[in-house]
């Protein structure tokens, strides 16, 4: 799409206001998502990144049929984009935060968070400096196959695809749900005397997993589409209330596409490391010198703002108006005995999202809506790294999972 530079501009801060008030409002973070799941089976922020995914992947997917679109994300994959993604997600639960929750947070007034931020950037830093070394020893061995996405894969239109992989994702979340309401199976041999419970055998068990899991979903979806309508309060009493998670990840997912359309997948991390960059060649460093920022941040060595940075600038700017119109702003101190955890989640969160190409935005949002190859397995590695991250943790008192 062509626009002007103005109204490229304008674009860059709508998207990014509106990023920094959905995710401020509905306090939607990555980490909550998947670590109060596996701490507490608590579904209120994963249903808002599942609808999030689905919805962005059904827009995109008919975008890029009809040619509305910047082209695929696809870094080189292999087992490096899953340790990558491992190590970034030990990170963004270590310091309380995934990327877009850090910073949303920071524009609510959490000093915590802009000290992970400042450590995100000495990963970002560290990384540059050794980028040379981390090429030939990490990517090139251990990310050897050539970028792809699955909608390459296929000789049909991608919308066909992109509404095959939602149909496949809402099956496999309804199993997940829905195996949790079925009677556990008993011990021993069961009895098929008249009266006695029936048993359900191996093959019929997934089958009614995922119908539980449908009628569920579909209940759930009723009581959201219901909540609007039966919610009596003033618009500015909503305005200034908590949102709904899903609402949050369908908005997001909208605002998103007209990013897709004019500039490209969505993406966090890497227009940080753009800023750390530029900051420190802004405090005399020869950045240009450099080559992760010389040629591959920046391109032809010129060290400027870009339309990106600038979208990633006003996300915090757009979650501190939110935060300031809802009542929700004000500065808070960290815990000194939990310093720690901004420090060294930080430089694992910075350091790991260019091992794995990108962050949460990137891979499990982004890059999963355009099913590039290289997110499912950094995703996963995030995934998994919330995992074990969330069970050291949580060592005293026990996960549901």
Not at 50 to 73: D, E, H, K, N, P
Not at 382 to 395: D, E, K, N, Q
Request: aromatic residues 16%.
């Amino acid at each position: 799409m062509s626009l002007s530079p103005t109204a490229y501009l304008a674009v860059s801060l709508f998207v990014g206001l509106s990023f920094g008030v959905f995710l401020q409002k509905a306090r939607f973070c990555f980490v909550s998502a998947f670590r109060d799941f596996v701490a507490f089976k608590d579904t209120r922020v994963l249903k808002g990144v599942l609808a999030g995914v689905f919805v962005m992947t059904l827009f995109w997917s008919a975008q890029m049929a009809t040619g509305y679109f910047r082209g695929f994300w696809t870094p080189a994959w292999g087992i490096g984009s899953f340790i990558g993604g491992f190590v970034f997600g030990l990170g963004m639960t270590m310091a309380g935060g995934c990327a877009s929750g850090t910073l949303y947070r920071a524009g609510q007034g959490y000093v915590q968070f802009w000290i992970t931020l400042l450590f995100m950037g000495v990963g970002y830093v560290i990384f540059a400096l050794f980028f040379s070394t981390f090429r030939a020893y990490y990517f090139e061995p251990l990310n050897p196959a050539p970028g792809t996405s699955l909608y390459l894969a296929f000789p049909w239109s991608p919308a066909i695809t992109g509404a095959a992989f939602v149909a496949v994702g809402v099956l496999a979340y309804a199993f997940v749900v829905g195996r949790t309401q079925l009677p556990d199976e008993p011990a021993g041999p069961s009895s098929t005397t008249t009266g006695e419970r029936a048993q359900l055998t191996v093959a019929a068990r997934p089958v009614r997993a995922v119908t539980a899991g449908l009628v569920s979903l579909v209940a759930g979806i009723r009581q959201y589409l219901r909540s609007f309508a039966t919610d009596d309060r003033p618009v500015a009493a909503r305005l200034k209330g908590t949102w709904d998670a899903r609402t949050a990840g369908i908005g997001m997912a909208l605002v998103a596409s007209l990013w897709f359309w004019v500039h490209g997948h969505w993406a966090i991390t890497g227009s940080e490391a753009r800023w750390a960059g530029y900051l420190l060649g802004g405090a005399g460093v020869d950045v240009q010198s450099i080559e992760y920022w010389g040629s591959v941040l920046f391109h032809e060595g010129d060290i400027t703002i870009t339309i990106d940075m600038l979208m990633i600038a006003s996300l915090v700017v757009g979650s501190f108006l939110a935060a300031w119109f809802s009542g929700d702003f004000r500065l808070r101190m960290p815990k000194l005995n939990r310093l720690h955890n901004p420090i060294v989640g930080g430089l694992l969160m910075g350091f790991g999202s260019r091992l794995a190409a990108g962050c949460n935005i990137a891979n499990l949002f982004s890059g999963v809506a355009l099913l590039s190859v290289h997110s499912f397995l950094a995703g996963a590695g995030i995934i998994v790294g919330v995992y074990v991250m969330t069970r050291w943790l949580y060592r005293e008192v026990g996960c549901a999972l």
